[in-house]
T-cell receptor, first 110, second 115 residues
Framework: GQQLNQSPQSMFIQEGEDVSMNCTSS?????WLWYKQDPGEGPVLLIA?????ELTSNGRLTAQFGITRKDSFLNISASIPSDVGIYFC??????????FGTGTSLTVIP | DTAVSQTPKYLVTQMGNDKSIKCEQNLGHDTMYWYKQDSKKFLKIMFS???????INETVPNRFSPKSPDKAHLNLHINSLELGDSAVYFC??????????????FGPGTRLLVL
């Protein structure tokens, strides 16, 4: 199955810094989702995007649906220690199948 | 008020055994999924059911057999377990609202270790 490319693969940042990560696909998607996975837990949905160019925020998190429909971006402002985890993007063409990114592991140093 | 629940959370078993993992969602969703997450954290779709009908069946050994008794449940039965089956298995569900808006929610995972 298709796997989306996420970058960076891992990040180590100081508390208070802003974070940016992205996800790219070789094909066009109609939906982009961003998830966070804490150790020992399942992925938790953070933000859903449904329209090219759409910019959506959830607290300190902001995600964008790229205008080419082949990419998406997630920004976290003023990071805090509980932001630690693995962030996954997921995209859907039509139908029910979601394709997942390779994940970005975030470490926040207090 | 758990949205997507899975049992058991941990499963340790011997090679060659048969085991089942259960999943239930109380979100009223019409589609359910099984994913496998390997040690590198890659999430791979295994199966998807929509209204109890199998719609996605990725290249998965036929030792894995999903069963959906109703829209709220999707169980996964694994025969003749192998060492390589050790992974975390996630159940998920989704529902397409009007205008094709769809989100997907995950269960807490079942950690399977085959010895």
């Amino acid at each position: 199955g298709q796997q989306l490319n996420q970058s960076p693969q891992s990040m180590f940042i100081q508390e208070g810094e802003d974070v940016s990560m992205n996800c790219t696909s070789s094909s066009i998607f109609n939906t982009w989702l961003w998830y966070k996975q804490d150790p020992g837990e399942g992925p938790v949905l953070l933000i859903a995007l449904y329209k090219a160019g759409e910019l959506t925020s959830n607290g300190r998190l902001t995600a964008q649906f790229g205008i080419t429909r082949k990419d998406s971006f997630l920004n976290i402002s003023a990071s805090i220690p509980s932001d630690v985890g693995i962030y996954f993007c997921a995209g859907r063409h039509t139908g029910n199948q979601f394709y997942f990114g390779t994940g970005t592991s975030l470490t926040v140093i207090p | 008020d758990t949205a997507v629940s899975q049992t058991p959370k941990y499963l340790v078993t011997q090679m060659g055994n048969d085991k089942s993992i259960k999943c239930e969602q109380n979100l009223g969703h019409d589609t359910m999924y099984w994913y496998k997450q390997d040690s590198k954290k890659f999430l791979k779709i295994m199966f998807s059911y929509n209204n109890k009908e199998l719609i996605i069946n990725e290249t998965v050994p036929n030792r894995f057999s999903p069963k959906s008794p109703d829209k709220a449940h999707l169980n996964l039965h694994i025969n003749s377990l192998e060492l390589g089956d050790s992974a975390v298995y996630f159940c998920a569900s989704s529902h397409r609202t009007s205008g094709s808006l769809e989100t997907q929610y995950f269960g807490p995972g079942t950690r399977l270790l085959v010895l």
